[in-house]
T-cell receptor, first 113, second 115 residues
Framework: NAGVMQNPRHLVRRRGQEARLRCSPM?????VYWYRQLPEEGLKFMVY????????ESGMPKERFSAEFPKEGPSILRIQQVVRGDSAAYFC???????????FGDGTRLSIL | DQQVKQNSPSLSVQEGRISILNCDYT??????FLWYKKYPAEGPTFLIS?????DKNEDGRFTVFLNKSAKHLSLHIVPSQPGDSAVYFC??????????????FGEGTQLTVNP
């Protein structure tokens, strides 16, 4: 029973490029959450999605960031025109129901040159 | 606005003794609380949770206590083992139709258990 799978584990981009982070939730889980962890800080909520729907994107910057969770395939967090401040660990979590504990992937470490 | 605070960035205990990690929150709408453990280069691992209708939940060596009037919760680990050395995050949620169980995390406490 595979856990939450994130790829890539490490991603290096130059300023101005695009970053695409992928997350496959645990089998049977239809609730997906993205969090960001800056150095020396706790995790900060970004966006909550169910299949094909964005439920809550209040933690996601209005510009350059977008997320999707299509009917088929993984959830994608997309960052356009990356800047140095986007360097962080991005974690995806999934849950069976919205009021159940979330299970996390091992994250994608994004580094911006 | 830090709604969940873990005031101790680090804690060191001897193997076999009790570890007590503390967490305070300010949002009275929070009704569900969780503790996660995190090793370097890995994602957080769920440990234990408690609903606001309870004041204690126990699972093996881990016990979480909730004091709603003080807006305070704590995680007790007894006996502590060297493998427990990790960063521990407290998290809280206020369930709602649009927020789901969106988690608000504290900054974490680095626990070191010495052999």
């Amino acid at each position: 029973n595979a856990g939450v799978m994130q790829n890539p584990r490490h991603l290096v981009r130059r300023r101005g490029q695009e970053a695409r982070l992928r997350c496959s939730p645990m089998k049977g889980h239809s609730h997906v959450y993205w969090y960001r962890q800056l150095p020396e800080e706790g995790l900060k909520f970004m966006v909550y999605l169910q299949k094909e729907n964005i439920i809550d994107e209040s933690g996601m910057p209005k510009e350059r960031f977008s997320a999707e969770f299509p009917k088929e395939g993984p959830s994608i967090l997309r960052i356009q025109q990356v800047v140095r401040g986007d360097s962080a660990a991005y974690f995806c979590a999934s849950s069976l129901y919205s009021n159940q504990p979330q299970h996390f992937g091992d994250g994608t470490r994004l580094s911006i040159l | 606005d830090q709604q969940v605070k873990q005031n101790s960035p680090s804690l060191s205990v001897q193997e076999g003794r009790i570890s007590i990690l503390n967490c305070d929150y300010t949002n009275s709408m929070f009704d569900y609380f969780l503790w996660y453990k995190k090793y370097p280069a890995e994602g957080p691992t769920f440990l234990i949770s408690i609903s606001s209708i309870k004041d204690k939940n126990e699972d093996g060596r881990f016990t979480v206590f909730l004091n709603k009037s003080a807006k305070h919760l704590s995680l007790h680990i007894v006996p502590s083992q060297p493998g427990d050395s990790a960063v521990y995050f407290c998290a809280a949620s206020a369930w709602g139709e649009t927020s789901g169980s969106r988690l608000t995390f504290g900054e974490g406490t680095q626990l070191t258990v010495n052999p």
